[in-house]
């Protein structure tokens, strides 16, 4: 959330890039440039851009978006799908015609392609207390959602704490009885901690610190992003597990080395089910080649706050689509000549459900862009603007496009009055993974999709 703040609101640049590979796309060049014109579209068309886009509106659609803890799989009732409905009646306030909402099964046994489905998961408040040797909140999921591991079961203990060093080897438990206790761990790595001291050996729930990750290291009150990730069949023996600070982590170790006796009390309300994952589209219809599609993706989940990954994306797709139907009412621009198609997705398992069920794709997708991390502080997250291109082995030109309009992004005009006016960072990077654009390029698809957005000190990774 941190990140989030000075960005979106101070630079338009994100979203600038992102209509002009929409605008490019549905409509294809000019041929009657000035010579002294080196982008791809014609500068009335890059006005008008330039005077739509607005990186306050969007940075409110950012922090609307990151009021919710939108955990993937999450299914009725949940924040996600409170969020999903509340995004769908958003674009259709702004005018979207084809808006809908398709719910893929997630209960840990359904596969897609070679994908395991996650399972539901629910959850209402949390919290895990120090009894011994002092009397201390820990954490509390409503203060800070991030303390408690998502798929964690419910259950309420109090129990002996046991430290099992990097809790993530069969030596790190040898002459240690964890069964039925709160299992204390170093290093990150909360879903492989669970699955040896929870599934394997019957802890009741663990409690792991940060990673090592050197940049990190002075962000001493910084909470990481840990999951478990039980199977359908591990669901009732799945445990509950918080995350701690570096800060909170050295004050828990202190009292093991002191060699004093640690009890906490742990109290869970959350629910593991067959729960759903949503996926929330959007069509805007070309009407001249309606079945060539550009393809725009984001994807929606993440814990709260979670307001670059990824509200930022999210939020930049809403802001687009809003851009190109006042551009096209205006006369601006031309009515859309081919298709694009917005997908707001829970990250890879609900990109991957939806792509077994539009196998189509393949031969209707011209083009793709994920947008994943888009609208961060430079300055504040120690990053810069990637360009993660699409591979050459997927034939298309998008990558030149991205290439051509990203000099643009660089003069004055882009800064909104109430932000900073920091340089605009940019880096090319080649193809690689990590995100929605993946599925896309795999062959069963060959859609050319890179991707833009941030990597950072604070970019989560799966732990």
């Not at 500068?43 to 409110?60: F, H, M, T, Y």
């Not at 300055?379 to 991205?402: E, M, R």
């Not at 882009?414 to 932000?419: K, L, S, V, W, Y």
Request: some cysteine; charged content about 25%.
């Amino acid at each position: 959330m941190q990140g989030m703040k000075g960005n979106v609101m101070n630079k338009k640049i994100s979203f600038f890039g992102i209509i002009f590979i929409a605008t490019f796309l549905l409509y294809g060049a000019s041929s009657a440039f000035p010579q002294d014109n080196p982008y791809l579209l014609p500068p009335e068309i890059l006005k008008s851009i330039q005077n739509e886009v607005s990186g306050e509106r969007a940075w409110d659609m950012v922090s609307k978006i990151s009021r919710f803890h939108r955990i993937r799989g999450a299914g009725e009732g949940s924040d996600y799908d409170r969020c999903v409905e509340w995004l769908a009646a958003e674009l259709r306030k702004i005018g979207l015609q084809e808006v809908q909402i398709k719910r893929y099964t997630a209960d840990g046994f359904k596969k897609y392609f070679l994908w395991d489905s996650p399972v539901g998961w629910k959850v209402q408040e949390a919290e895990l207390w120090l009894v011994e040797p002092e009397k201390k909140l820990i954490s509390r999921f409503s203060d800070q959602a991030v303390s408690l591991m998502p798929y964690s079961q419910g259950r309420e203990i109090e129990a002996e704490v046991i430290f099992v060093g990097q809790g993530k080897s069969d030596a790190d438990y040898e002459n240690k009885d964890v069964a039925d206790k709160i299992v204390f761990a170093l290093g990150g790595g909360g879903s492989r901690v669970h699955r040896e001291a929870v599934l394997n050996r019957e802890a009741a729930g663990i409690v792991v610190g940060p990673s090592d990750r050197v940049e990190r290291l002075e962000f001493v009150d910084l909470i990481e992003v840990n999951r478990l990730s039980p199977t359908g069949e591990e669901r009732e023996k799945t445990g509950f597990g918080f995350s701690l600070s570096r800060r909170q982590e050295q004050e828990l170790l202190s009292y093991f080395e002191q060699g004093l006796p640690v009890r906490m009390r742990a109290k869970v309300d959350a629910t593991l089910f067959d729960g759903s994952m949503p996926v929330l589209e959007a069509k805007m219809t070309g009407q001249d080649f309606p079945s060539q599609e550009i393809i725009i993706m984001a994807h929606l989940d993440h814990y709260k706050p979670g307001a670059n990954d990824n509200a930022s994306g999210s939020a930049g797709m809403v802001e687009m689509a809003r851009n190109i139907l006042a551009m096209v009412e205006r006369g601006d621009i031309p009515r859309l000549r081919r298709t694009i198609r917005f997908l707001w997705v829970p990250e890879m398992h609900g990109t991957i459900a939806y792509l077994a069920e539009h196998q189509d794709l393949g031969g209707r997708g011209i083009a793709g862009l994920n947008l994943d991390m888009i609208g961060e502080d430079y300055a504040l997250c120690q990053s810069s603007f990637n360009l993660t291109c699409a591979p050459f082995s997927v034939h298309g030109y998008i990558n030149d496009v991205v290439l051509n309009f990203l000099p643009w992004l660089e003069s004055r005009n882009f800064f909104a009055p109430t932000g900073s006016r920091h340089l605009f960072h940019r880096r090319i990077r080649p193809y690689s993974g990590g995100s929605d654009h993946v599925m896309f390029n795999d062959s069963a698809f060959s859609i050319p999709t890179p991707m833009l957005g941030h990597g950072d000190v604070f970019s989560s990774q799966e732990l």
